[in-house]
């Protein structure tokens, strides 16, 4: 009896494949020879980008006197009913830090969330792109998860991967999770695993650095990962974080200069300079935030 040839394997199966690593790129996955090759993206960066202002305030997003673009998390634009169209360029934070730091594991699921990303890309538009449902590996997430590194890494690239089934069309991330500097590049050798091609994406974000830039081994990192052709996005990484890596960053954000206003308005002091009537300080303060990104946003030409 003569055998049926094998059947073109689907795209969720060609996703699932185990890629063959080749000799042009370490995180690049093997791809049908017949498909246009993307745009090189291996001009490795000399200086980051872009600075983007992260704000516990989605109304900004609608002002016409932002001067930076903005970091907006899904926790807190996700209760709004209304939207409408931005006026300032965007990112989109999933708000995993909040969500497992309080529940030890993602309550939205990767259904609701792509939902969430498709309305705001539909009404809001502007955002350059969108965190994934990631798994940071500081060590009192991992405490609250109960779980490894390894895993946070494995259950961050099936996200993505399932993120990206959903719904291709929209512009999300892959992201790099770690907390020692080799599990970085572990990581990056599991998204080839999973059929991931990270060295084709227009941005690969980096999690869990923002207070490790002093960290031993982390420079040379984020320059490994440049060389090998990765558009990286540190987050929350603002002046240490820039001053080291930001040769070998595309972008990065941070909403610290929150955090310092509430700490400054414990002192009495108002860190724009001008006392609120309504406040006690400048905490949610627009010309505190841009005072401050005016400067981080400037450190990679110094
Ligand atoms: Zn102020």
């Not at 080839?192 to 980096?206: I, N, R, S």
């Not at 070998?248 to 909403?255: E, P």
């Not at 955090?259 to 002192?267: D, H, T, V, Y």
Request: aromatic residues 10%.
């Amino acid at each position: 009896m003569r055998r049926s040839s094998p059947t073109r394997p689907t795209t969720h199966h060609r996703l699932l494949m185990r890629p063959r690593r080749t000799n042009v790129g370490r995180y690049r996955t093997e791809r049908p020879t017949t498909c246009i090759q993307p745009i090189a993206l291996r001009d490795n960066h000399r200086q980051m980008t872009t600075f983007y202002l992260g704000t516990h305030v989605p109304n900004w997003l609608w002002r016409t006197d932002v001067r930076h673009p903005l970091f907006v998390s899904n926790r807190t634009l996700g209760k709004y009913k209304k939207l409408k169209k931005a006026n300032v360029r965007w990112c989109l934070d999933s708000g995993g830090f909040t969500e497992l730091g309080m529940f030890g594991t993602w309550l939205t699921t990767a259904y609701q969330y792509v939902q969430n990303v498709a309305r705001y890309w539909d009404e809001v538009g502007s955002m350059d792109w969108a965190s994934p449902q990631d798994w940071m590996c500081e060590p009192q997430m991992l405490k609250k998860t109960g779980k490894t590194v390894t895993e946070h890494q494995h259950l961050t690239c099936h996200n993505f991967v399932l993120l990206q089934q959903l719904a291709p069309h929209l512009p999300i991330i892959p992201v790099l999770q770690g907390w020692m500097p080799d599990d970085y590049l572990k990581h990056a050798k599991m998204y080839a695993d999973y059929g991931v091609g990270l060295d084709e994406k227009p941005t690969v974000g980096v999690g869990s650095v923002c207070r490790r830039a002093k960290v031993d081994g982390m420079k040379q990192v984020f320059s490994d990962l440049n060389k090998d052709g990765l558009r990286l996005h540190g987050f929350g990484l603002k002046q240490d974080g820039i001053k080291l890596f930001g040769n070998n960053l595309k972008s990065s954000d941070s909403m610290a200069w929150s955090f310092g206003a509430r700490m400054a308005g414990r002192k009495g002091i108002y860190s724009c300079g001008k006392k609120h009537e309504t406040t006690k300080n400048c905490a949610n303060c627009i010309d505190w935030a841009q005072m401050w990104a005016d400067k981080v946003s400037t450190i990679g030409e110094q």
